[in-house]
């Protein structure tokens, strides 16, 4: 804790540019000179991201250091029974699969008057947590739903890769059963846990849609559809042909892979000539649907 907190001390008064030698910095630098956001600076960094990153709260953080890059992951159909005494336990359908899991790197540069950083009544930690928080969360749920997998993770609408389509529309105007179609899609023991995500404009369309009798299909006293909570996301396509604007499943199974926190390099000398002191901030990591069904969409017809 002793190490953790004099570690927390160096790393921010090296933000700050002051000019002392930190021997807990010294061994701590990796090859571009970046330091690793200390345990005090992630304990809060970590919820401002999740405000930021939709899946990092519906979804499955899991962290690893592991260099050969492959994680497993295990699936299973068994249950519980009920045996009599000194009968042998049955045995369940475990499969554990293997995924590679690539290293991606997402970076950002920010960048602050030098006035402000040598500024002691500055809160310079809570100005770069809140602006990488914006950053980084932003961009990986953008990848998450949208990533090509180039130099990026592989996203839940991918072609391929991604998650599966539950039901295609006969139309670009969504119908009510269409709607019922793509939840009865999801496996049920999928549903339990399902939640929808869209974008604003394809909630505002479905809070609107009504089935022959005038019955709405959004419940607009506790914001569900069919009883699953909504969420909202602005890098969900719109209801356009050929699109998949809604996505319905349990992202329990949507693994994001942190492979490197949060590291910052301080810039003292490139924008010196700007009176500004820069940060280049990055962190690695990857994403996988372990089990594609988990979650269906609604591909618009084309």
Known sequence: MANQSMYNKAFWNTMRIQHEVYPEMSNMADSTGSYPAPYEFLSSYTPALEKENLFRRIGTVIKTTSPEGKIHAATSTGKAEWVGEAVAIPESSDTISQFTVDSHKLASLAKLKHTFVTDNKFDIEKYLKNEFARRFGREEENALINGDGNDAPVGILHPTAGAEVGITTATDAITYDEIIKLYFSLDKHYRKNAVWVVNDETALYLRTL???????????????????PVE??????????????????????????ERQPLSIKVLKEKYILEGQIGYAAYERLDAKLIVPEAVKLLQVAE
């Open 210 to 228: 009504k089935d022959a009798s005038g019955n709405y299909i959004w419940n607009h006293t506790d914001n569900t559809i069919l009883g699953k």
């Open 232 to 257: 909202y996301s602005p890098y969900m396509p719109e209801i356009e042909s050929g699109k998949k604007p809604i996505a319905f499943g349990d992202f329990s199974y949507l693994w994001l892979i």
